[in-house]
């Protein structure tokens, strides 16, 4: 099964700031990679697909990048409502997997 | 709207069966593959299963491939997961979602039931 190894565990970041978060597979999963917001007692939700397309609804500050075995998340200005835990997934291969999770903190 | 409402959840002792299910709305059930996916308490998200939109295809995780099943009835739009052989380490709240069309993503997601597996 494929790997995803997500950094930092921990982002620390003041509102405003910007935010880069990591997601390394351990084989190719080409751009077959989502990214998902999940805030406390809540499901998660889709923001990106396929590596750099936003979900229906999802503001222009999320943007992602990558393909292969290196995918980055950026939100470039930080909100009050970003403040959560990020987590990757792969598609292209099964079984589908889920990186450990990032969470984006208020400093 | 899209809505999806889990519920079967509850405490079970290890070794015995379970079974849950989603309620789905507002969306064409039968046109939709369907994905589980589990968290345990105070950890990441772990993907179960997933079932085609017409039930051609399972797949299932490793950790519970040959005790879970998923299924589906479009008629009462709604899919199911019989859990079986339960653990400790099965104990989670359990997701169901939507697969996004043409891919493999989940893109409306259940609020979860609870699941605890506790002698």
């Known amino acids: 099964e494929i790997v995803l190894t997500q950094s930092p565990a921990t982002l620390s970041l003041s509102p405003g700031e910007r935010g880069t978060l990591s997601c390394r597979a351990s084989?190719?999963?080409?751009?077959?990679l989502a990214w998902y917001q999940q805030k406390p007692g809540q499901a998660p939700r889709l923001l990106i697909y396929d590596a750099s397309n936003r979900a229906t609804g999802i503001p222009a500050r999320f943007s992602g990048s990558g393909s292969g075995t290196d995918f980055t998340l950026t939100i470039s200005s930080l909100e009050p409502e970003d403040f959560a835990v990020y987590y990757c997934?792969?598609?292209?291969?099964?079984?589908?997997?889920f990186g450990g999770g990032t969470k984006v903190e208020i400093k | 709207q899209v809505q999806l409402v889990e519920s079967g959840g509850g405490v079970v002792q290890p070794g015995r069966s379970l079974r849950l299910s989603c309620a789905a709305s507002?969306?064409?059930?039968?046109?939709?593959?369907m994905h589980w996916v589990r968290q345990a308490p105070g950890k990441g998200l772990e993907w179960v299963a997933v079932?085609?939109?017409?039930?051609?295809?399972?797949y299932y995780a490793d950790s519970v491939k040959g005790r879970f099943t998923i299924s589906r009835d479009d008629s009462r739009n709604t899919l199911y997961l019989q859990m079986n052989s339960l653990r400790a380490e099965d104990t989670a709240m359990y997701y169901c979602?939507?697969?996004?069309?043409?891919?493999?993503?989940?893109?409306?997601w259940g609020q979860g039931t609870l699941v605890t597996v506790s002698s």
């Open positions: 507002g969306f064409t059930f039968s046109g939709y593959g």
């Open positions: 084989q190719s999963v080409s751009s077959y």
């Open positions: 979602a939507r697969n996004m069309a043409t891919t493999y993503y989940s893109d409306y």
């Open positions: 997934q792969q598609c292209n291969n099964w079984p589908l997997t």
């Open positions: 079932i085609w939109y017409d039930g051609s295809k399972k």
